[in-house]
């Protein structure tokens, strides 16, 4: 299993803030195990910190924008974009003013820090959240839409559309996250030339220059517009017949408006507060409903907060029956795990295919034949039992016996036919042969029981 990661050690990044034209400077900082991404206003008194989570989004204006108790903190997305894509989980940012350092608009900066400073293995395990089926988000008023769908890895499609001849339609991916420092971080933030006006007038875009955005000019207007709008943004006067992008460094790529695009969704999906592997699809995607499909996204890891593991019928068990006979003395009736399709350091994944002609039904109940709580507990412990016996030498010298049992909940009837899914995970590492694991049971993607227990490792007489 994956580990979480953070960084070797921290870096800062100065420059003017896009909305506020301010002096900034902020500074990433290596953060514990299960901590996730917090930012914290050093220029406030008390210092507060605030949880870059998706509902702690206030506004999507042209930004991303956190707030919490009146503190406030925007254009996060590009450092989120980079840190998640980076595969950075834990990360406490400290900035001395209201909004990130724009820098040139794109992310860039932000990644070749990270790879300047380096990432740390962590003791904590990855937690992903895998996307078992579609889910999708619509805005039908502006034909934006969301959909991520089932994939072995985090995988993005982008696709936007605008009503310009200069930047008509565009699409972006990303297969490899291993690939965004190469093939999106460098992609900068864009702005057509009719929206200007109306920021200024919004009070946003103040640090807006040419150095830090893509300028797309599409519709004509008339010189004297156009020359005091040169004004207003502080650029030479331009002719105004001549339609196009407007900025000091040429395009990176021809389609490095939708790159961006993509590079803002992974910006603002680093806001559901935990990996996903899962491939997103993404049509004329902005941060507003990027913003509240992460938000769905939240709800939906709160109703599946335990996962079940995924189960390949196709792929050959890591243990058959007779391994786990040579490991287990328990025999029929009392062998109550079928086979192991998955194992690691510390975890391990059993299946028990439930039949009705299994002994305890005949008084279990007759009328109503349902799998006893405590043979549920009992096959877990099995489980439980096969990933410490896999561990050591000679393992048909040994045996593991309960030595305490806590935390039992039954929330569903397991009945003939179902197919019971154990996880069991060490809580602790075994120490003088006593190991203390978590169980869960589950039937399909529901947990049927789960339990904590303390047992010991006894050599046979």
Known sequence: MLKQKTLKDSFSLSGKGLHT???????FNPAPDNHGYKIQRIDLEGKPIIDAVADNVTETTRGTVLSKNDVKVSTIEHGMAALYALGIDNCLMQVNGPEFPIL???AQYYAKEIERVGTEEQNAVKDFYIIKSKIEFRDEKTGSSIIVLPDENFSLNVLVSYDSTIIPNQFATLEDMSKFKDEVAASRTFVFVREIEPLLQAGLIKGGDLDNAIVIYEREMSQEAYDKLADVM???HMDAKQLGYINHKPLVWANECARHKLLDVIGDLALIGKPIKGRIIATRPGHTINNKFARQMRKEIRLHEIQAPTYDFNREPVMDVNRIRELLPHRYPFQLVDKVIEIGANYIVGVKNV???????????PQEPVMPGVLQVEAMAQVGGLLVLNSVDDPERYSTYFMKIDG????????????????????????????????YVFVGEKVVCEAEFMAQIVKNK
């Open 104 to 106: 040139d608009g794109s």
């Open 408 to 439: 039992v909940k039954f929330r569903q009837k397991v009945v003939p036919g179902d197919t019971l899914l154990f996880r069991v995970e060490l809580v602790a590492p075994i120490r003088r042969g006593i190991s203390t694991m978590k169980g």
């Open 234 to 236: 502080g650029v030479p």
């Open 355 to 365: 039949t009705s002609n299994e002994p305890f039904f005949q008084g279990h109940f």
């Open 21 to 27: 034209g301010l002096d900034l400077t902020v500074t």
